[in-house]
């Protein structure tokens, strides 16, 4: 299985680098940029630069790959916003968007770029205006939340918390300052009063449809095998996490492996739907393993 997996996402990360173009970009569409340049570098959905680059960190890309760094430094530029301190797109009725910003602290810690103060600023503001309601917030139109029903409606969005977890979680705890650990801790609470993935008002139920289907790469959404790959590298032991991790095991198949059950239209495929996928189970193996399962 090692060598396999090794062989696989060699000839993936192979192939994602030669689709990239002499501007360090992938799947750049002159046509949408010039009519949507708003979009640029975030669109088109899943195949542009900042999806790719999270497909790579997914795919545990070497860190070092000199191509890597120009494409990192372009998204930053592009939506790095010094006024707020934080990454933002121009879509004032979705400002702030904490799944971006978790995304980009995700890649600049994953690629080893140098912690910078921009990322310092942008963790101590979701530090201290990142929300964790459960049905009961009316988002005010004033500064910080600007309306942003998307994010902080009367539920904050799951995926923006669950994209916050991931991307603190590889600032290496030595590295965390006491704003970033404060802040992941709230995202695990609210990860676990969820159970990972269902419902807090209706236990019977996922909090979404597409949780508990096993999804590789997560982009912005979060499957419940990525939320529990995220609760053993920080190393969390609980209770909470029970019923996801039968789920989990329940899905293994006769010879020990997982099924790709949603496929996304990435720029590469990485495996087919309903077939064995060596990512997720390299994940889904990860977990159980570490919670002894």
Request: hydrophobic letters at 35%.
């Given at each position: 299985m090692d060598t396999e997996i090794a062989d696989i996402r060699k000839h993936a990360i192979e192939k994602i680098l030669l689709a990239q173009d002499d501007?360090?970009?992938?799947?750049?569409?002159?046509?949408q940029a010039r009519e949507r340049p708003e979009y640029l570098y975030y669109s088109p959905n899943f195949k542009s630069t900042l999806w790719t680059l999270l497909l790579l960190a997914d795919l545990k890309a070497p860190a070092n790959l000199p191509q890597l760094k120009p494409s990192i430094r372009l998204i930053t530029g592009r939506f790095y916003d010094?006024?707020?301190?934080?990454?933002?797109?121009?879509?004032?009725?979705?400002?702030?968007?904490?799944?971006?910003?978790?995304?980009?602290?995700?890649?600049?810690?994953?690629?080893?770029?140098?912690?910078?103060?921009?990322?310092?600023?942008?963790?101590?503001?979701?530090?201290?205006?990142?929300?964790?309601?459960?049905?009961d917030f009316k988002t005010p139109k004033t500064h910080p939340y600007c309306s942003n029903i998307f994010?902080?409606?009367?539920?904050?969005?799951?995926?923006?918390?669950?994209?916050?977890?991931?991307?603190?979680?590889?600032?290496?705890?030595?590295?965390?300052?006491?704003?970033?650990?404060?802040?992941?801790?709230?995202?695990?609470?609210?990860?676990?009063?969820?159970?990972?993935?269902?419902?807090?008002?209706?236990?019977?139920?996922?909090?979404?449809?597409?949780?508990g289907q096993l999804t590789f790469p997560n982009f912005y959404k979060s499957d419940f095998l990525e939320i529990l790959w995220?609760?053993?590298r920080e190393e969390v032991h609980d209770r909470k996490m029970s019923r996801a991790l039968q789920l989990l095991q329940s899905k293994m198949k006769?010879?020990?492996?997982?099924?790709?059950?949603?496929?996304?239209?990435?720029?590469?495929?990485?495996?087919?739907?309903?077939?064995?996928?060596?990512?997720?189970?390299?994940?889904?193996?990860?977990?159980?393993?570490?919670?002894?399962?």
């Open positions: 501007s360090f970009r992938w799947g750049f569409d002159e046509k010094p006024e707020h301190g934080i990454f933002r797109l121009p879509d004032m009725c979705r400002f702030p968007i904490p799944c971006l910003n978790g995304n980009m602290i995700y890649l600049h810690h994953y690629f080893e770029t140098v912690h910078s103060e921009t990322l310092d600023k942008t963790i101590g503001f979701f530090a201290a205006n990142q929300r964790f309601d459960d049905g994010c902080y409606g009367k539920h904050t969005c799951y995926w923006g918390v669950t994209k916050l977890l991931k991307g603190i979680s590889f600032i290496p705890r030595t590295q965390r300052t006491k704003e970033a650990q404060q802040l992941i801790e709230n995202c695990i609470a609210f990860v676990l009063h969820h159970e990972v993935c269902f419902s807090s008002h209706d236990g019977d139920k996922f909090l979404h449809r597409d949780v995220l609760l053993a006769d010879g020990g492996f997982w099924e790709l059950e949603k496929s996304m239209n990435i720029i590469v495929s990485i495996g087919q739907r309903d077939c064995a996928n060596a990512f997720i189970t390299e994940r889904a193996t990860e977990v159980l393993e570490y919670c002894g399962c």
